[in-house]
């Protein structure tokens, strides 16, 4: 991949909260810089989970958010501009605030406000430096969610197979990729990614069979890859951390290293070109 190459738009969705959206975005982006790529958070969530982690200086969150450039009708290089340093040199993240659910009040009525990212992504050749770029997101079907999903290439879905309301939330959400898709016709559903797997809870197999089958009937995979439930993603949170930084031995660590090289075992398929 060369620089010239605009980034892979990817975003971590479902409209159900707690599934490890947040925890995916922060530690396959950790895992792919171990891979020698530069990666850009953008966060589109007000709770703002991703930014109060990797945030490098705090105080940058509410210097700089997404919702700044959002606001600002006129002008290039917005997003670029925006741009905070994270504790890894090659992870950068365009931070959110609690202002972002005002601001998404505000244009809820403006058939155009969906459109506010892709926009500014497109003003914006500065951006082509990074490899990918991940969308974290809110746990609704709003405002933010579909901005992610406009200027997405891929969406994937973090699914514990243990939380049946999110399973039970599923077909509206695919509703609005479907719906999304009439607008931005590049985008795919890559692919499911098991989180919180945990083999000793009766009915994960059998839920994880149930997944399998509801998605290969739409023509979609679920990842190789399971993430499994890992005490210490917690514990990594309140530390602020990685798990690669907090606890590189646990599975944690193990599954998203897998998944970042299942990743780009796809995207070097998908793309007919080395991205290993
Ligand atoms: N594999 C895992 N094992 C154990 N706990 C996990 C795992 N993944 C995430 N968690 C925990 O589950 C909780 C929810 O995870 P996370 O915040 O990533 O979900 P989310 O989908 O981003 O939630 P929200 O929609 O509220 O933003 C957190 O406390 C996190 O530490
Ligand atoms: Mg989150």
Redesign the pocket.
């Known amino acids: 991949m060369t620089r010239q190459d605009p980034p892979i738009f990817i975003t971590l969705g479902?409209r159900?909260?707690?599934?490890?959206?947040?925890?995916?975005v922060i530690n396959l982006a950790s895992s792919l810089v171990r891979h020698g790529k530069k990666i850009l958070i953008i966060d589109t969530?007000p709770?703002s989970?991703c930014s109060s982690i990797l945030l490098n200086n705090t105080k940058d969150q509410t210097k700089y958010s997404l919702i700044d450039a959002l606001e600002a009708t006129e002008g290039e290089g917005l997003l670029s501009g925006i741009v905070c340093s994270t504790y890894h040199p090659r992870i950068k993240i365009i931070p959110n605030t609690a202002r972002c659910m005002l601001w998404e009040r505000k244009v809820a009525q403006q058939s155009d406000a969906v459109m506010g990212i892709s926009r500014l992504i497109s003003k914006d050749p500065a951006l082509n430096h990074y490899d990918f770029v991940f969308f974290?997101t809110?746990?609704n079907l709003g405002v933010m969610m579909n901005n992610a999903l406009m200027a997405s290439d891929y969406v994937i879905i973090?699914i514990p197979p243990s939380d049946q309301f999110s399973l039970d939330g599923l077909a509206a959400y695919l509703d609005l990729i479907g719906a999304m898709r009439k607008h931005n016709q590049k985008l795919q559903l890559l692919a499911v990614l098991i989180?919180?797997y945990d083999p000793e809870w009766g009915n994960s197999l059998n839920n994880v069979g149930l997944i399998n089958k509801y998605f290969s009937k739409k023509g979609v995979g679920i990842f190789n890859t399971c993430?499994?439930?890992?005490?210490e993603?917690?514990i990594a949170?309140v530390a602020r951390k990685t798990i690669f930084e907090s606890a590189p031995d646990s599975n944690?660590a193990a599954d998203y290293s897998a998944l970042s090289n299942e990743l780009l075992e796809i995207f070097s398929v998908i793309y007919g070109k080395q991205f290993v």
Do not use: A, E, F, L
């Open positions: 479902n159900k909260g707690g599934v490890g959206k947040t925890t995916s969530d709770q989970n974290d809110p746990p973090p989180t919180k993430i499994r439930n890992c005490p993603i917690d949170h944690g």
